[in-house]
Structure formats: C-alpha cells, structure tokens
C-alpha cells in the first residue's frame, strides 16, 4: 500500500474546543466567515496521523507508534534503523516547518521561506558554507549509521506526505515545503553549533578591542575570566585581575562626559546569559542506591518545544530489547539527544570553552588576496554562493576560504579569518550520538564523547552500577603557542592549531571521591585542564555555587531532591546589591521619592517568584549600577559589529563590586561627583523605571510583571491573530538568570529531568510548549502548565492512548 494511503488510519479529533475556536487566528486577514470555515478544514486536514495503520516503503517490519496523552511516543521495531524511519515519520508529521527553518538556518538558506528580513542572518551564516561541508561529509559516515540516517530521512518526506494537507505555516508563508535531505540531518547539528559557540570570533574581537582602547589593564579588570563566585568541580581559584592603577590607564581616559543618562547598557538584557545546568550524584550518595542524572537544558523558548520526547525501542531477536532509551529528541536527527538506556543516562551543559579562533592574515609578497602560511603564500579559495529570497531576486555571496577557515571580517585593515571546530563536525557527530544510546557504562560513554563533534558539552553521566562521571564532549582545538583569547596570526606557525586533543588530554573526572558533579556554563575545571580547555566566554558561578552547595548540604537524594535543585529561584548574587541598596534608600529616608522603598528592602527575600517587589528593586538597582560603571569604559553606541565591546563581561558584578566597595578615585564614572553620587543616580533611576512600568505604585512592581512568559509560535508575532491560535499563555514565571531556575521570559529551561538508570519508572519530567507543532492537535502544549508550576510527571511515557501500526509496503 502507497504511504499516504490506509486502512484504518485516522486522525484523532481536536478536543481544544477554546484553542479550536481560535480558527478565527485564520480569519486572521479578515476573511469572513467563509474563508474561516476554508481555513478550518485546511487546519484540520494538516493533523497528525494518532491512530490506525499505514505501510511505509522502507521498513523491514512493522514498527508500532503508541502515544501517551501528552503525546509522548514509544517506539518499537526490531531493528534501530526501521525505528529511525518511524521516528523520522513522526517529526515530519509533527515538526516539519520546526525542522526546515533549522536546516535552513544553519545553511543561511531562510530567506527562501520567509523573505528579505532573514537576508542579513543567510549573508552571515552563508560564510561558512555549511551545506556544501556536510553534503561532503555524508561520504565518512559508516554504513550503519547511513542505513539510519538514509532510513530516518525517508520516514521525514513519508511523514510530511500522508499529511491531508500542508503544515499551515506554508499556507500562510504561501510556499511548499522541499523534501529532507539526508544532510538536512547534518545541519540540524549545524544549528546547534550557531546556537551555543561564536560564529564570528566575536569574544576574542572584543577583548582585543577593549585592551587597545582601555589599556591591558583595566580591559583585564573588566573582562575576567572568572571571580570569587566560581565553583568549579576540582576546587581550584582564579587570581582575581588586580585593581589598575592610574598609570595604567591611556591618555585622555575616560572619554565620556555625561552621567548614567549617556551610558551604554552594557547588561540591558540579562536574557543573554546562558543557562544550563546538569549535575550528577552516585549510588553512594541517593535514597534507593543508584545513581542519578538531574539535568535541565536552557535555551530559547517557543512552540513548539525544541525537543521532542521519545522512547525509542529496538527489539532484535532475543528475549531483551537490543535498546530502550528515553529522552529528548531534535526534530532533524535519529536520535536520543539527553535522557537514559537503561543502562547509562547522561545529560549536557554548554560548555563555554574556547571553539574558535580569530587568524590575522598577514599580507603575502605577491600582495593581492594573497596571504602567508608556514607552508608559504597562499590565496583563498573563491566560492560563489547564491542566496535567494521570496521577496526578491537572489544575489551573489563571494566566499573567501582560507586554510584556516572563511574570511569574516576586516577590521582595523587587517582581514581576519576564523578556525572554528563546526567546521570539522558532520559524520563524527551522528556516528557518536547514536553510540551513546547504547553506552553500557560511564567509562564506555566518556570514551564516545572523545570521539563525538557534536557542539563542545559538559557531558554528565550516570550509569546502573552507581557511578558517575563528567568530561567534555566534542572535538577540543591543540592550541600551541597562545591562550585563544584575541586575534593572532598563525603565519609563522608558532601559533597553530595541532588538530585536535587526543582523547587521553580531553579532561575527564570519573568516580570522584565527593560522590557529586555539577555543572551550570561557568569554569568546572582549573589549572592545565582550564588551560587546555580556554575561555569561551564562561557563565558567571552563582549558578554553579548555589548548586554545589545543595549537594554538599546533604547526603542523600532521591529525583524529587534533585528536581527542588533545579526549582531553586534564590537570587543569592543579590543579596550584597540589596545591603548596598538598603544602605542607599536609608541615608535618603527623609527624601518621599525613594523612602517608601525601605519597607520592601527590610522585609527582603532573594527569591524570584512572581509576587516579589524587592527582588525586583534590587535587580534593578544592580543593573543600573553595572550600566554607570560599565557605561564608563565601553565603547561609543555608534560603534558596529563584533568588535564594539558596549556589552559587559558576563563576569561584569565582580568588577562593578569592586569599584563600588574599593572606590578608587581615578575610576569614578565621568559626570559624577563620587562614587556616593553613582548609587545615588542608579537610586533614581529605579524609581524612574517605578513609575514607568507600574505607574509609580510600589505595590505593583512585582517580578512577575517583568518576568511573564513570551512563549510563542515564530510566525505569530507577523501574522495578527495567530497567537491566540498557537502561542502558550503569558504566565508570570518565577527563576531569574542568576539561580538554578533559570528563566527570562523568552529563555529558560527546554526540559528538566532527574533519573537513574535502570530506575526509569521513578525519574521525573518537565517541559514547556509541548510535543505537537499542531494547535489542534489532542494534545497541543500538554505538559506546559505543569513545567510552569514545577510539578514534575513521569519521565518514562504514560499508558497508551493513541496507537499506529506503521508496516512495510512497496516502493
């Protein structure tokens, strides 16, 4: 029987009867009724396939699809590729719009869908080529894990077509969606890459920037590495950057005149900050004796969710299955990306190490384009690269590749080239993900992330026998000759990339003698492995030291423990801001304007939970400080690209904390009098932002008001009306970006889960924006209320409601 074609099969009906009415987001250009009712039906038709049986040319044998009443599917044929083409059918009925922006993304191929505003983002991304790089990357991958991807990519383009009708998104974009492509896959890892490192060198460009315009000095003072705050896993500190002096800084320094109301904001949108966290207790150390992964990765949000949860289910020919791993899926891969196989269970932090370079290209002899190499002069290899849009005519994108890596900028009248590791990924990346569902223990596993190039993670890894284990997983630049933090040339090859560590140099840490492992984005090593590993441009630590410090408090946990860990909305890098704060308003208690303060700061609490007002004076506070001190150094708002350094360190509280308890006379910000007359201003400023965002009324000022969800579907906020259809409620979400809980309105945790493996049943669950990227679907945003509110669900798959029996049939 055709795909498409069926004899049972049946799509189940929208029981949203309030998100059902929403069809009248299609009468969304005004319609009228008719048009509604056209509109209704196209939407209804577009509906995954739940329940019945289809034949699908490819298989090898029926593979079943039984859905939970959130959605969640388990998966089961006997083979791991007749699986992938199962779970390839589902992401491409649930997920195919999701999947083509991310292969397109990564390609810098956007603008062909959704027009002229995504030009800017092709012409950055195009530089690096990524499609023409994994197409010739397909020919590495070994002949199982193609037989996957081939498998997977044919269940995607089955997926899409026994849809009764397109994914709504293109009606509305008015294209047609393009087939899968195997190296579609390839790029979906891409995306990761673009999502979590540096595309552009711009950390190591601005630092360079900043110490030629402040002096190394005061550029080191401001932009450390990282602070007291730090909590790495070895114990090891950092010497903090000494305080510069007057002679260390350049002349005529500082160039601003105005106060706080002509500073930059360097930290305007604390969203910016990454926020991950995994951690990891052994056997020794939990309630029922096995070892637990806790785990909660933080990106940006919308709906759907990025992940989609599977439970993958390979039988083979014996009695037990060949594989039973449950996680999170990345709608464009075969795999499980984060979640357990019963055997091992494992989960990823961003690491922030260093991944890229930025090579000063020195002028050859023949002058030109040419450029010197240890080798000797070289030209850069010209490509020319088409970017279409379906606003307008395509254009023509000269690609300059050098042996290093794409020209990227010029600057200063240097051209700059960047070695970057996405560009070495592809095969490596698939080969080693699928590996790691089928890890039997922590040592087998760290051993696979040695060989991985998936986007550099701090990998956290539990396993059945109690153990525990962290490392970094993904290709690590053999840096010779420099520390990777600014421009260099590799001209003369003393500074070089020696390829790539070799897995027995990668730092890794299995068993340790505390029982615990922890990470949150910030620096979780020290000494030669920090050294090895550089500076990406880490988290600051209170994530970390707050998450340390929890599991040191006790000895021992069980998932839900863990889960509270996670939950954790203590604002504890506040608390000496608000002693400063509540010092301030004090010395001002007879001044009407900021006096009705002091009650909120007496009766203070660090947590960030909707109803708090003092919370979210003393984080503003903090930020208009950071802004004053900042503002001070960083360079002119006219400055443009990667090399305007107008955004604080992400290490900025440390330094901003010295200058304000230290208070060096040479460093008061240009337009005040002293350091009294900074707290003063930035003691004005709240009250300004009082009256702008609650209309002056302290009592409304609350954090929740500032911190509510904006959860949305990427077309919504361009086609009026769609919203209503399918964007998630606009909570007040408690967490901030400082804490465990993690969260912006736009930003946050994609999942939490803490599990043991083996012990599967009793791991627990939490996701926002749901499985379906289909508002009618039974289950659209299920499972949402619940990772709002913290209440945790299983982390294994519920009973079934819907079943599908997908059987092999004739090409």
Same mark, same amino acid.
């Given at each position: 029987m055709p795909v498409g074609s069926s004899r049972r099969a049946r799509r189940s009906p929208g029981r949203r009867v309030a998100r059902g009415a929403g069809i009248a987001a299609l009468g969304l250009l005004g319609l009228g009724a008719v048009a509604a009712g056209a509109a209704w039906i196209y939407l209804g038709a577009s509906r995954p396939l739940l329940e019945g049986s289809l034949a699908l040319p490819g298989l090898s044998a029926p593979v079943t699809v039984a859905r939970d009443a959130g959605g969640v599917p388990t998966v089961t044929g006997t083979s791991r590729a007749d699986v992938a083409h199962a779970l390839g059918f589902l992401h491409g009925q649930e997920r195919f719009f999701q999947m083509d922006t991310i292969r397109r993304s990564a390609a810098g191929e956007l603008a062909a869908l959704v027009g002229d505003a995504a030009l800017p983002l092709d012409r950055k991304r195009r530089v690096h080529r990524f499609r023409a790089r994994m197409q010739a990357e397909l020919a590495a991958l070994p002949a199982d894990d193609r037989a996957v991807l081939d498998a997977y990519t044919a269940g995607v383009n089955q997926g899409l077509a026994a849809l009764g009708a397109t994914p709504f998104e293109y009606a509305l974009l008015g294209g047609e969606p393009q087939p899968w492509a195997p190296e579609d896959s390839l790029l979906a890892v891409v995306a990761m890459y673009f999502d979590l490192q540096d595309e552009e060198g711009g950390l190591d460009r601005r630092l360079a920037q900043a110490r030629a315009t402040l002096g190394p000095a005061l550029a080191d003072f401001l932009y450390p590495v990282g602070t007291s705050w730090d909590a790495p896993i070895d114990g090891t500190r950092l010497d903090a950057p000494p305080l510069p002096g007057p002679e260390a800084l350049p002349p005529g320094f500082p160039r601003r005149t105005a106060g706080l109301e002509g500073a930059a904001a360097p930290v305007a949108e604390d969203a910016t900050v990454p926020g991950s966290n995994n951690w990891a207790v052994a056997g020794s150390h939990s309630s029922h004796g096995g070892a637990i992964v806790a785990n909660d990765m933080h990106l940006g949000h919308g709906v759907p969710n990025l992940w989609y949860r599977a439970r993958l289910v390979v039988t083979g020919?014996?009695?037990?299955?060949?594989?039973?791993?449950?996680?999170?899926?990345?709608?464009?891969?075969?795999?499980?990306?984060?979640?357990?196989?019963?055997?091992?269970?494992?989960?990823?932090?961003?690491?922030?190490?260093?991944?890229?370079?930025?090579?000063?290209?020195?002028?050859?002899?023949?002058?030109?384009?040419?450029? +010197?190499?240890?080798?000797?002069?070289?030209?850069?290899?010209?490509?020319?690269?088409?970017?279409?849009?379906?606003?307008?005519?395509?254009?023509?994108?000269?690609?300059?590749?050098? %042996?290093?890596?794409? %020209?990227?900028?010029?600057?200063?009248?240097? +051209?700059?080239?960047?070695?970057?590791?996405?560009?070495?990924?592809?095969? +490596?990346?698939?080969?080693?993900?699928?590996?790691?569902?089928?890890?039997?223990?922590?040592?087998?596993?760290?051993?696979i992330a040695h060989r991985s190039a998936i986007p550099n993670q701090n990998l956290m890894l539990a396993d059945r026998d109690g153990r525990i284990a962290w490392t970094i997983i993904g290709r690590v630049p053999a840096r010779v000759g420099f520390d990777g933090r600014t421009p260099v040339s590799f001209a003369d090859g003393s500074r070089r990339w020696d390829g790539f560590l070799p897995p027995d140099r990668v730092p890794a840490v299995i068993d340790p003698q505390a029982g615990r492992l922890w990470s949150a984005n910030s620096r979780v090593v020290g000494g030669e492995a920090f050294a090895l590993l550089g500076d990406g441009g880490y988290a600051h630590g209170s994530r970390a030291r707050q998450i340390r410090d929890a599991l040191l408090a006790q000895e021992r946990f069980d998932e839900k423990a863990l889960l509270a860990i996670q939950l954790d909305d203590r604002g504890t890098v506040l608390d000496r801001w608000h002693g400063l704060m509540l010092e301030a308003v004090k010395a001002r208690a007879d001044d009407p304007a900021v006096a009705d303060m002091l009650a909120y700061l007496t009766d203070w609490d660090n947590r960030a939970v909707p109803e708090a007002v003092g919370y979210r004076l003393v984080r503003t506070f903090r930020a208009e400080l950071l802004t004053a001190l900042y503002g001070a150094f960083v360079a002119p708002p006219e400055t443009e690209g990667p090399a305007a350094f107008r955004l604080a360190s992400r290490q900025a509280d440390e330094p901003a904390w010295?200058?304000?308890?230290?208070?060096?006379?040479?460093? %008061?910000?240009?337009?005040?009098?002293?350091?009294?007359?900074?707290?003063?201003?930035?003691?004005?400023?709240?009250?300004?932002? %009082?009256?702008?965002?609650?209309?002056?009324?302290?009592?409304?000022?609350?954090?929740?008001?500032?911190?509510?969800?904006?959860?949305?579907?990427?077309?919504?906020?361009?086609?009026?009306?769609?919203?209503?259809?399918?964007?998630?409620?606009?909570?007040?979400?408690?967490?901030?970006?400082?804490?465990?809980?993690?969260?912006?309105?736009?930003?946050?945790?994609?999942?939490?889960?803490?599990?043991?493996p083996g012990r599967e049943a009793q791991g627990l669950f939490q996701m926002p924006g749901g499985q379906s990227g289909h508002p009618l679907a039974p289950y659209y945003l299920a499972g949402h209320d619940d990772w709002v509110a913290g209440r945790p669900v299983p982390f294994l798959p519920g009973p079934a409601r819907w079943t599908l029996r997908l059987e092999p049939g004739a090409s």
């Open positions: 020919t014996g009695e037990a299955p060949v594989l039973d791993a449950t996680g999170v899926t990345l709608p464009g891969a075969p795999n499980i990306v984060a979640g357990s196989n019963g055997r091992v269970a494992w989960g990823y932090t961003n690491s922030q190490i260093d991944t890229g370079d930025v090579v000063v290209l020195e002028p050859g002899a023949a002058g030109g384009d040419s450029y +010197r190499t240890p080798e000797g002069d070289r030209t850069p290899v010209v490509a020319e690269e088409r970017i279409c849009s379906v606003s307008g005519p395509c254009e023509t994108l000269t690609v300059r590749e050098t %042996v290093w890596g794409p %020209v990227i900028a010029e600057e200063g009248g240097l +051209r700059l080239a960047y070695r970057w590791v996405a560009h070495d990924t592809g095969a +490596r990346a698939l080969g080693a993900a699928l590996e790691l569902e089928r890890a039997g223990d922590v040592e087998e596993a760290v051993r010295r200058l304000l308890t230290e208070r060096p006379a040479h460093l %008061v910000p240009p337009g005040f009098a002293g350091w009294d007359a900074v707290v003063a201003a930035a003691l004005d400023k709240v009250r300004e932002d %009082v009256a702008k965002a609650a209309g002056g009324d302290l009592s409304r000022y609350r954090w929740g008001e500032r911190n509510r969800a904006a959860i949305r579907h990427p077309l919504s906020r361009f086609v009026p009306g769609l919203g209503w259809l399918t964007d998630a409620p606009a909570d007040r979400l408690p967490g901030d970006v400082y804490q465990p809980r993690a969260q912006s309105p736009s930003f946050g945790a994609s999942e939490r889960f803490a599990v043991s």
